[in-house]
């Protein structure tokens, strides 16, 4: 749980291949937290899937997940503002930028 020192202390909250590595049974309560963190907009670069599926990291399993983040986000409450590819430098990952509502 995000103390209160850091509820809606940045206008932006952003995560950046940081989702993909959180467990299925934590998901939820990270993605809670990183909103808020936030007073107007959340931003995550992620690897993007229709479902959760389990992908193997580096020869280990229940290590990487792709998702679809924008859609758990809104499921929270916020409102998709942007999505896109992420562009050259970030692996294939899909941007979402969501606002609070």
Request: with cysteine; hydrophobic share 40%.
């Amino acid at each position: 749980e995000v103390g209160e020192i850091w509820r809606a202390a940045f206008d932006l909250t952003a995560t950046v291949g940081v989702l993909i590595h959180i467990p299925p049974t934590d998901l939820v309560e990270v993605m809670q937290s990183i909103a808020e963190a936030s007073n107007r907009f959340v931003l995550a670069v992620e690897y993007e899937a229709d479902q959760e599926t389990e992908i193997e990291y580096r020869g280990h399993k229940h290590r990487l997940w792709s998702r679809p983040y924008g859609k758990l986000y809104e499921a929270q409450g916020l409102t998709l503002v942007a999505t896109g590819d992420a562009g050259t430098g970030f692996d294939r990952c899909t941007y979402w930028l969501m606002r609070k509502t």
